[in-house]
């Protein structure tokens, strides 16, 4: 069975300051791995995804996050935070399952969140 | 530009009444999902659909029924609400096996409460 662990809840930066949010996972196969942001009020947004090519991903508003197997890891960074990144993060593993159908698709496993504090 | 709607932003219901959650999206997906989202616990599946006419029970499906009669849309049924069930729920949408990445589009959701 697949799950995954944010590490904190919360995390609270400074504006221009770097911004790390941890994810542990486990899977018994290889994994894709997301990172989805939730601003106030709005649904989840892609941010980036690792699908088994480069271990570094890079995603949309500066944020890149690294696979690494050996530590079953996936952390989410930003150089330099801004107001704007504000929200929820959440850290999501997706295994393919089977189902009666005969067909697969990718059950998506969520962290719990972790939420984003940007101060001024 | 991809797009997943869901019928209301904010509904209140009864205890006891009969509650349908639509959603619809445009990008002709075979998968289609209902999440709660509730604070603390992330999103957990309560239903999913792989064709017109197929379901599935996701983790938490006690309480909830689901339809799906047409391909771009999935309806959420709450039999009997219940004040536990006040929840933010969220719908999403997939391509079908073969798409090699399984990333879901998500809708803005609905912020239930029943009281």
């Known amino acids: 069975a697949q799950s995954v662990t944010q590490l904190d809840s919360h995390v609270s930066v400074s504006e221009g300051t770097p911004v790390l949010l941890r994810c542990n996972y486990s899977s018994s196969y290889s994994p894709s791995l997301f990172w989805y942001v939730q601003h106030p009020n709005k649904g989840l947004q892609l941010l980036l995804k690792?699908?088994?090519?480069?271990?570094l991903v890079k995603g949309i508003n500066g944020f890149e996050a690294e696979f690494k197997k050996s530590e079953t890891s996936f952390h989410l960074t930003k150089p330099s935070a801004h107001m704007s990144d504000a929200a929820e993060y959440f850290c999501v593993v997706s295994d393919r399952t089977a189902h009666a159908g005969g067909t697969s698709y990718g059950k998506l496993t969520f962290g719990q969140g972790t939420i984003l504090t940007v101060h001024p | 530009d991809v797009k997943v709607t869901q019928s209301s932003r904010y509904l209140v219901k009864r205890t006891g009444e009969k509650v349908f959650l639509e959603c619809v999206q445009d990008?002709?997906?075979?998968?289609m999902f209902w999440y709660r989202q509730d604070p603390g616990l992330g999103l957990r599946l309560i239903y999913f659909s792989y064709d017109v006419k197929m379901k599935e029970k996701g983790d938490i499906p006690e309480g909830y029924s689901v339809s799906r009669e047409k391909k771009e849309r999935f309806s959420l049924i709450l039999e009997s609400a219940s004040t536990n069930q006040t929840s933010m729920y969220l719908c999403?949408?997939?391509?079908?096996?073969?798409?090699?990445?399984?990333?879901?589009?998500f809708g803005p959701g609905t912020r239930l409460t029943v009281t």
């Open positions: 990008m002709d997906h075979e998968n």
């Open positions: 690792y699908t088994s090519a480069a271990t």
């Open positions: 999403a949408s997939s391509l079908l096996a073969g798409a090699l990445y399984y990333e879901q589009y």
